[in-house]
Every structure is written in C-alpha cells, then in structure tokens.
C-alpha cells in the first residue's frame, strides 16, 4: 500500500471564512465516508485473494496427486503385461522357488568370496536449462515437479530410477509423505540395494559432491516411488532442505548456476542384484618340479 504524507492533505488559508471552514468540512466527511466504504470493500477483496490462493495450494495438491497416481498406473499396466508373458508375478514357472546355489568342493588351499560379482554401475548426466523459468514451466505443464528420463526409466542392471528436482519443499513426492529437492525415485516393487552419489558442477566447471554417499540396502521391501537423496524429507525426520542448503531462489543466484541459467548435475550408482554371494576357488601357481637325477649323478662318478 502507498502511504500517505501530509503534503498530501491540503491546508487551509488561515483566514477562511465560516461558510468555507463548513463547506470543508462537509466535503472532508463526505471523502472519509467514501474511503471507509472502499475500506470495507478491499478488505472484501483481499479475503478472496487468500481464498483463491488456498484454491490454488489445494489445486496444486491434487495435480501433484493425480501425476503420481498416473505414473503408478502406468507401473501396473507394464507389470499387468509382464505377469501375463511370465516375466514377472507371484506364480512364476519355477513356483516362486529360489533356486540355491550348489555346494562344490574344491581341491585348491584357498577361496575368493565375491559380493561383488554382480554390482552394476551407472552415470546419469542432468542439464537443466532456463532455471529461472522452470517454476514457470512447471505451472504451465500442470507438472509438479521436474523428472529425467522424460521418457521411460534409467536402468542399472535389473532395477529401474527416475530423477528429480523439486522447487517446491511442501510439495510431496511419494507415500507417506517424503520428499526431497534433487534425487533419486526407485520403480520396483522388490526393494532394492545401491549405492549412489550426486555431483553438481560449479561455476569453473568442476563438479562438487554434494551430501554422503548414499547406501542403502532394503531386499525386503517394496520400494515403489521411494525417493533418496541428501536432503531426502520423510515424516518425522526433518533435514536440511536444498542443494548445498540452498532454496530454489537462492540456488538461482548461486555459482551452482551457470551464466547461461543452466545447472547441470551428475547421479554415479552402483546397483547390486538381488544374487548371493559367488565364492571362487584361488588359482594355484604352477611350481615345475625336475625329474630325478640321481642315477645319472652316480654314473657321473
């Protein structure tokens, strides 16, 4: 609001006469009466600002809402087709039956136990650009928030991931409620076990790590639409929020930013399959052993 001076207010002649101070007067009452009705009236005004406001958050709950729910059908669809071609379900051809591995004796002095035999790495390279626009963007997209692939899903061995970055820290993401600014989203229903680390470029070019490096490791759960990151939301266990600390305005103006309005992030993972443990026999090194020689040392005498 514009506030008022009181060179605002013009004085009157200090000789005015009665008719004049009166006819003032009357006019200064009819102007008072005149801004308390528009008062009333702002006020009015203002409360369906706030209203349509609330409308909006509301609006923009259910959008987020209806995204995920989209993203969740489009999961069942595949897993409805992959069920009915016996790639995957409850009832599989072998009966759900894990087979184990068969116990061999080997002949060698010592063994190698590989629980790394069957980790798959990956890098994921992200480039956002126009971030100044991208509050904008997401608005007009009825997105909530941005996600590569933008089509399909990242996949490291067997297990599928999306990335994200969210503007928004009271926008939730996943059940029940996490969230997180710039992370990692899991599609899998038979939980999963990897490592991950996020990289952001600065201004010189170099990329930073930013948070630990993630391990998790949950075989045992289903983690559809789990997110992790460093700053990773989840009920009742706050954490600070935002790249390097940083809200989305105050990232804008950072040197994570490029001049040109870009920021360019990079997701390393390291998936371990859902496998046991590989144990190898240790090769033996091969020692040339001569023949005898004794005889021929006698006859030598």
């Keep these: ?16 006469s009665l008719d004049e101070l009166k006819t003032h007067i009357l006019a200064a ?11 009333g009236q702002l006020i009015q005004e203002t409360s369906q600002a706030n209203e349509r406001q609330r409308l909006r958050r509301e609006l923009d709950e259910i959008r ?59 890098e994921y390279l992200w480039k956002i650009e126009g971030m100044s626009w991208l509050v904008n963007a997401l608005k007009q997209a009825m997105e909530p928030y941005a996600i590569a692939p933008a089509d399909g899903y990242f996949l490291v061995g067997s297990e599928e991931f999306e ?38 470029r600065g201004a010189d070019g170099q990329f930073v790590q930013w948070g630990e490096t993630g391990d998790e490791c949950h075989p045992e759960l289903n983690t559809f639409r ?12 706050p954490a600070p929020w935002g790249i390097f600390g940083l809200n989305h305005e105050e990232l804008l103006t950072s040197e ?22 590989d144990s190898l026999p240790v090769k ?18």
């Design 64 to 122: 987020s809402k209806l995204f995920a729910q989209k993203r969740a059908n489009a999961y069942e669809r595949e897993l409805r087709i992959d069920i009915d071609r016996d790639e995957d379900g409850e009832h599989m051809p072998s009966n759900g039956q894990v087979s184990r591995p068969v116990r061999r004796i080997f002949n060698s002095a010592s063994e190698v136990t590989a629980c790394n035999e069957s980790v798959v790495k990956a």
């Design 1 to 16: 609001p514009t506030p008022l001076h009181s060179h605002q207010f013009s004085r009157m002649p200090v000789m005015a």
């Design 226 to 237: 789990w997110v992790f990151g460093p700053d990773v939301q989840r009920p009742n266990e």
């Design 256 to 277: 994570w930013v490029d001049a040109d309005d870009s920021l360019t992030v990079k997701f390393q993972l390291e998936v371990r399959q859902n496998t046991g443990i």
């Design 163 to 200: 990335f994200v970055y969210n503007p928004r820290k009271d926008l939730l993401i996943s059940s029940p409620g996490s969230n997180v600014s710039l992370g990692i989203i899991h599609h899998g229903h038979q939980g999963v076990t990897f490592r991950y680390k996020i990289f952001v």
């Design 29 to 39: 009452q009819t102007e008072l009466a005149e801004e308390r009705r528009l008062e």
């Design 284 to 301: 033996q090194a091969e020692v040339e052993v001569p023949g005898p020689t004794l005889c021929a040392n006698l006859l030598a005498l």
